[in-house]
């Protein structure tokens, strides 16, 4: 299991789909911001508690997946991945998503599931959301 990733992982830059499921990562270096062509990340099961603003260079993901993570907010990087269509974060300690969450215009499918959410926050997502499907 991996704790950490080297920062030569940056210059895998073809690299489309990138699957880390299942390690002990706490967090990511910012050279993962070097892989432009990456349109799929899987970061499910591990401890991230946040991620590196570099992470918002990556404009042709499509799918993140951040389940099973220790988040407690959504990390600002998030926000600036406009071309995503799926985003899981399911079994992580959120209890709100910033109000900024309405920029991802093309997201589909928004997993919540397992999380601290109160109803006025759900009802607050469903509206500011109308296009996606979102799993409470």
Excluded at 103 to 116: M, P, W
Excluded at 127 to 132: E, M
């Amino acid at each position: 299991k991996l704790a950490s990733l080297p920062p030569q992982i940056g210059k895998l830059s073809g690299l489309k789909w990138l699957r880390l499921n299942g390690n002990q990562l706490a967090g990511l270096p910012p050279e993962v911001g070097n892989l432009a062509g990456l349109e799929r990340l899987y970061l499910e099961g591990n401890k991230l508690k946040g991620l590196p603003p570099d992470l918002s260079k990556l404009t042709n993901l499509t799918d993140l997946n951040l389940r099973k993570n220790e988040l407690e907010v959504l990390p600002q990087a998030v926000l600036q991945l406009t071309n995503l269509a799926r985003l899981d974060l399911e079994g992580n300690k959120l209890t709100a998503l910033p109000d900024d969450i309405r920029k991802l215009t093309k997201l589909r499918t928004l997993s919540l599931l397992n999380n601290r959410f109160p109803e006025s926050e759900k009802d607050k997502l469903e509206q500011v959301l109308p296009d996606c499907q979102i799993i409470f």
